[in-house]
Structures are given as C-alpha cells and as structure tokens.
C-alpha cells in the first residue's frame, strides 16, 4: 500500500535559520502531494501542493517539489519566523473507486520550534 | 467560499456516555466527507469516509459510528464511550481534485 516517511523531529531552529523538512512516499500510480500545517489547537491547514513530478508547490515562503526519481516532497522555507513553529504533515493523495474520490495517506508529522 | 464548522469545539464526557460530533461544510455541494481522530503523539487516523447521503465507509473497526443524513453535514456517534476514544476529532472534505480541507477540530476527553 501507499506511505509516507518524514523526519519525525522535533526540528528546532533559530528565527531565520533555513529550514528542510524531509518526505518520501511509496505509491503505486501518479499520486498528488501535499504539505498541511497544524498550529497549536487548530485543524490542519493545506500548505501547498504538487499534483505532478518536477511541480513545484509554493505558499508564504514555503517550498517542495515533487521529484517522482527520489519518490520526495521535501519542505523548505529560506528563513523561518516563530510564527512558523507547528507540526507540518507530508501527504499524498490516493485515488479510489474511479471518478474524484480520494484518500489521504499522512506521515507521522514534524514538530518545529522556531525560538527568536 | 467554502467553510467547514465542527461543534463542540471542547468535550468532556464519563465512561459510556453517548457521543454526537457534528460536521457541516458551506459553499459546495456533494463533497466528500471524512472523519479523522489524532491521539497524543500528531497521528492522524482516519474514521469514516462518505461520497454521499446515506453513504459511509469505516476504514478501522471501532466503538464509533458516522451517520450523513443531508449533503454537507456529517456526525460521528457513540452509544458508549471508552477512555480510549478521547482524543482530538477532526472532519475534512474534499473537492474533486483530492485535496482536504480539515475543520477546527473538537478536543474529546472521557473520563
């Protein structure tokens, strides 16, 4: 079946230090990927996303593209602010039953601490 | 633009009580809806998944239950609680192109 492996973490950096968050996935077809972001106490949010290889997905800073050869998703953001301290979650997406349904296979999530 | 609510937001609950989360998405129409429960520790597990009213999917055997009675609204039950359903319960949807959206969240703890 599908899966998911990101670095567990915790990640803990300075303000504006860079950041990678590692992902690779095992799929069989063209799944899409994602990165979501879950702050204290809330849902998750999607950060970005790529439904294709060499796709680069892009939102406030954040950056991962898709590299179908290394099976990777890897996140990335040149500067980090402490308002960017949450759990990040590496995803694809698995088509089912024909037509649009989908399921998310997650990874375990990343814990990150951005201390100013 | 579409919206995702879940309430209650907090719950506290004894041993065997009932339990009724509800979920309702604004501003589509027949998404897909789905159940996830995340424990201690950040995983997310997924509950139930439903392509439509009247139509659920249980992806793991469990004390719970999930009921779609109208488009975009979305309830996971319990008859009896365990302590081993506490937990943090997110519900999702999804457009065609497969991505989710997740809702805030309702923080179950039983006691």
């Known amino acids: 079946g599908n899966s998911v492996t990101q670095m567990e973490g915790p990640v803990t950096l300075s303000e504006e230090a860079f950041l990678t968050i590692n992902c690779t996935y095992t799929a069989t077809g063209y799944p899409s990927l994602f990165w979501y972001v879950q702050y204290p106490g809330e849902g998750l949010q999607l950060l970005l996303k790529?439904?294709?290889a060499d796709d680069k997905g892009s939102n406030k800073g954040f950056e991962a593209t898709y590299r179908k050869e290394t099976t990777s998703f890897h996140l990335e953001k040149g500067s980090v602010q402490v308002s960017d301290s949450a759990v990040y979650f590496c995803?694809?997406?698995?088509?089912w039953g024909g037509g649009s349904n989908y399921k998310l296979t997650f990874g375990k999530g990343t814990l990150l601490t951005v201390n100013p | 633009s579409q919206t995702i609510h879940q309430w209650p937001a907090t719950l506290v609950q004894p041993v065997g009580s009932p339990l009724s989360l509800e979920c309702t998405v604004e501003g589509t129409s027949n998404p897909n809806l789905y159940w996830y429960r995340q424990a201690a520790g950040r995983g997310l597990q997924l509950l139930f998944y439903s392509v439509g009213i009247g139509q659920i999917s249980s992806e793991v055997p469990q004390n719970l239950s999930a009921s779609r009675p109208q488009d975009r609204q979305f309830i996971l039950s319990s008859k009896k609680l365990l302590l081993s359903d506490s937990g943090f319960y997110l519900c999702a949807w999804s457009p065609p192109s497969g991505e989710q959206y997740f809702g805030p969240g309702t923080r179950l703890t039983v006691l």
């Open positions: 995803a694809l997406s698995d088509q």
């Open positions: 790529a439904t294709k």
